[in-house]
T-cell receptor, first 113, second 117 residues
Framework: AQSVTQLGSHVSVSEGALVLLRCNYS??????LFWYVQYPNQGLQLLLK??????LVKGINGFEAEFKKSETSFHLTKPSAHMSDAAEYFC???????????FGQGTELSVKP | DGGITQSPKYLFRKEGQNVTLSCEQN?????MYWYRQDPGQGLRLIYY???????QKGDIAEGYSVSREKKESFPLTVTSAQKNPTAFYLC????????????????FGAGSRLTVL
């Protein structure tokens, strides 16, 4: 079975600082990994995904994530936080049937001026 | 523009009442999903459907029912048997529900917030 653990339910950074949101996964097969973002009272939008190939994945809004198989991690980073980055972020791993995604509990990112 | 439409955005229900949440997509996607979101718990799968006239229970199906009579539509009924129905409900779809069809990217609707009074 697949599972996802997001370390830290709340992360606060200053505007312009590095954003680092942590995600560790468990999977018995090579995983597909995703990061989604959710703004208040809205649905989720895809930030980026890892399928195969290059382990450093670039997404929208300046975010990127690196797949590290040895560490079973897929941490999300952005060099410089912007106020508009304040949202909830979800890491997800693809399940092994029916195309279902297994989501982590989410990390709420706050950006201080 | 293609997308997923959920309605209503906000819904209030008295205890003991059934309510139905609508989900319509014009993306020509085969698979559709219903998730429930509670603070600090992420998204939990309620039901999913890979093709018309077929659906499967997810992790928390008790107290919910669905139908898939048309490819575009996947309504969710929250029944009176659901003990704690107050939550944010998200509908999503993917091109295919086949586990071997690659990295299925979910497209989400904007959600429906249900509050039981």
């Amino acid at each position: 079975a697949q599972s996802v653990t997001q370390l830290g339910s709340h992360v606060s950074v200053s505007e312009g600082a590095l954003v680092l949101l942590r995600c560790n996964y468990s999977s018995s097969v090579p995983p597909y990994l995703f990061w989604y973002v959710q703004y208040p009272n809205q649905g989720l939008q895809l930030l980026l995904k890892y399928t195969t190939g290059a382990t450093l994945v670039k997404g929208i809004n300046g975010f990127e994530a690196e797949f590290k198989k040895s560490e079973t991690s897929f941490h999300l980073t952005k060099p410089s936080a912007h106020m508009s980055d304040a949202a909830e972020y979800f890491c997800a791993v693809k399940g092994n049937q029916g195309g279902k995604l297994i989501f982590g509990q989410g990390t709420e990112l706050s950006v201080k001026p | 523009d293609g997308g997923i439409t959920q309605s209503p955005k906000y819904l209030f229900r008295k205890e003991g009442q059934n309510v139905t949440l609508s989900c319509e997509q014009n993306l020509n996607h085969d698979a559709m999903y219903w998730y429930r979101q509670d603070p600090g718990q992420g998204l939990r799968l309620i039901y999913y459907s890979q093709i018309v006239n077929d659906f499967q229970k997810g992790d928390i199906a008790e107290g919910y029912s669905v139908s898939r009579e048309k490819k575009e539509s996947f309504p969710l009924t929250v029944t009176s048997a659901q003990k704690n129905p107050t939550a944010f409900y998200l509908c999503a779809s993917t091109m295919s529900g086949n586990s071997y069809s690659g990295a299925n990217v979910l497209t989400f609707g904007a959600g429906s917030r249900l509050t039981v009074l």
